[in-house]
């Protein structure tokens, strides 16, 4: 009994269990704005107890929060919240610090530099390149735009 391609593809979407799509996006809504209000109370918290300035604060605010989620992917707590999540676990800077992380513990039987080393920025230098090539068209924008 042979079929052909579209109604195995019929019959696949038929048989194939429909995905939650709201409770997806409202749970990855509720997670990603909790991890925001994490950010903010961090924030406050720099800001009241260790004198920083609103022009200050946020490099340290996002430096707190890359290594609380580099040592909750690390104790493997983060990858739980991703698998809830989904998406509103990874938008955030402390995905990225995640995918960081994840990437160093999968290869570090490679050695610190080929496995940890390479196999890390595999996945941020794209994140790096964009970003510099990104602040160099608006710093270029905004220099031309201030001259006229």
């Not at 493997?76 to 960081?100: K, L, W």
């Amino acid at each position: 009994m042979q079929i052909q391609k579209q109604q195995y593809k019929k019959m696949t979407k038929q048989m194939s269990p429909k995905p939650p799509i709201i409770r997806n996006v409202v749970v990855a809504f509720v997670v990603g704005g909790l991890i925001c209000v994490f950010g903010q109370f961090v924030q406050n918290i720099l800001l009241t107890h260790f004198n920083f300035t609103p022009e200050t604060v946020g490099a340290p605010t996002v430096a707190v929060l890359i290594f609380i989620a580099s040592l909750l992917t690390g104790l493997g707590v983060y990858d739980r919240i991703g698998q809830f999540a989904g998406a509103g676990s990874a938008v955030p800077v402390t995905g990225f610090a995640n995918a960081m992380t994840s990437a160093a513990l999968e290869h570090r039987s490679e050695g610190l530099v080929l496995g940890v080393g390479g196999n890390m920025f595999k996945l941020a230098g794209s994140v790096i390149v964009f970003g510099v090539v990104a602040a160099f068209f608006i710093a270029l924008i905004k220099t031309l735009w201030g001259m006229m």
